[in-house]
């Protein structure tokens, strides 16, 4: 939830230590320094606006039941945009008040027009929920707010399709329930003024480029019946915001991005936990027991520095020391609950019962309970709170004395959301970003001006993958048959999408459209990806726990994966790929499960390339082939490797986008690179450029794949691929195309500024590599990148 007024309480504790001398302390604990950069982001005083003239006397008094004694700029001139017709999004920082800036011209026009309706979509039931309550506690008379989703009992729908004027719902139940039951929501359609987009930012990738479609599926179902609703988006801070709202919606968007809500100052450091010793490095352990086992497979993961969650623990037992309240965010649930037993015990070594003043808390508590976590929090009795990312939708916890940020979260925009936790209007507050032993923290913390000089990255989808695009044809054909108009409204390759479900025999074309042939509507999962979902089973007691897409179950769901399902752990004991299901046991090991894969990839066609001498950069479909071959357990509090174990499942096929870039042999040789050294330096280079992709677009490494060979038989060249790990692609192999050298120049960077000596999981080694991490040559890696940088025009 999002504080939306001057009038934000905020809590009624004294002011810790400064955070400057926090720090100081903070860092004079160890031998070296571990603080890389120390960055003062400035305070900053609220800008209020007066009400808009439009917005009713009763509308004014209601907000102001509420607390909120008047709009900030941004609010305001975002709300009269919308009022006023325009589509617009507004993208501003955590607690900025977003939801007013929607709220207002909605429910003034609910106001003023007894007939018209709103739309609200979140990305989660949860978050809905919690906008529902907002939204009735301003006991508007005639709105009659309600949620409508999967856990609507059927005896309500029928009321809230007839009376509810302000109904929230979430894309999947538009998708599944709303546009195919449109002649029963024709009244509502009918009178649709608003369409309420929140954290907008969620929707990217694969998953995106569906809820765009969702979307243009419901402005035809509402052009049909005469209404043209505005679209008002809610985003966190992200680039070129109205670009990707543009996307999504396929609408021209203005977009408000100035914040004017007040901020505290933060100190703000980044943190690199300090290299073990050689000789405290613990031994790989003992894996002769698995059969298959390669040897000398673990020494390329052996950790050399100290663990995130290790240094987080400290961090978080000294700050609550020094009484400072403190939220540590942890990117895993188990991670968290190892945080805060590890800050937990040192504080009880020290001062017997300090210990209780922190908690872990995580996704999957009820309302109530997750509340009195917050309270305790804001009220001093709880001082340090561990947290998985959680909190990031929809929970209204900030004005904190300190955050912790155990592992860059994967974006810019995620991590100003966190730090955003820290820091009430006229108090200082501490961040402190805790780098993980992984390419991209270990840049990110030697290159401040990546983090603080840099702009958020944009939210990427591309509407017009056609793996995506037609099966929402699909669905649109069973709404209502397709016009040429319509081709036009779902944008790039709908007619070669359309031509495609004729040739397949899903649609027939007539005089008056394309129409759906069969009886049955298209199966399409807007989360998924293609594949039939496999159904994730409790085998004791027969429960369904939920579903995963096909193309992941071979990661997600092998025998003897840890899987996780709303807070609790399961293992894996058999996955039914004829049957699509996999059987699973409560077990809560103290080790992840990784599993790894071998690939093939073949290139279909050449989409844009660059000509640079002895190098070549190209965007392109390709097949990859990939197997599932092995996993790896590794223990949660050290990440240290127990063993790897093979696995027997079959190879799989996916069409999607690549990036590649080719080298000539000879400016190889010329660079020092010599040629039994050119596997190594590729595929080391390849590594390091997935980890460092997601400085680029709105992805994780884990979104992306790659390949790197020293002769491709498609190139006839020393080549480096990085593909989307989603069929048709997401948009990210694109984005690293268009971004090319400043995404290889940070890669280089990456490698050159590790202080390992041969590589490690800081710059070129992966924790996902189908190979153990072999063959590695980081001097030549860096070799590769200055031929390619030297040759590839800016
Ligand atoms: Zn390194
Ligand atoms: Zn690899």
Redesign the pocket.
Known sequence: MESSSPATVSAGHGPGPAPADLLRRLRARGAGDPVTHVERVPARAGVPAPWPSWASAELRAAFTRRGVVAPWQHQAQAATLAYEGDHVVVATGTASGKSLAYQLPALATLLADPRATVLYLAPTKALAADQLRAVAALELEGVRPACYDGDTPRAEREWIRRHSRFVLTNPDMLHHGILPGHAQWSGFLRRLAYVVIDECHTYRGVFGSHVAHVLRRLRRQCARFGATPVFVLASATSGDPATAAGRLTGLPVTAVTEDASPRGGVTFALWEPPLLPPDSVAAPPDSSSVPGQAAGDHDDLRQVRRSALRETADLLADTVAEGVRTLAFVRSRKGAEVVAANARRSLDDAVPGLGDRVAAYRGGYLREERRELERALLHGDLLGLASTNALELGVDLVGLDAVLICGYPGTRASLWQQAGRAGRSGQEALAVLVARDDPLD?YLVHHPEAIFGAPVEATVLDPANRYVLAPQLACAAVEAPLTPADLVLFGDGAKEAVDELVAAGALRQRPTGWYWRHRERPEVDLRGEGGAPVCVVESATGRLLGTVDGGSSHFLLHPGAVYLHQGVSYVVDELDLADGCALVHVEEPDWSTHARDVTDLSVVSVRSYVDAGPVGMFLGEVDVTSQVVSYQRRRIATGEVIDTRPLDLPARELRTVAVWFTLSPQSLALAGVQSADVPGALHAAEHAAIGLLPLMATCDRWDIGGLSTAVHADTEAPTVFVYDGHPGGAGFAERAYGTASAWLRATRDA?AE???ET???????SPKCGNGNNPLS?PDAIRVLDVVLANLPE
């Open positions: 270990t490698i590790c202080g390992c590589g490690c999981p800081s710059c070129v080694q980081k």
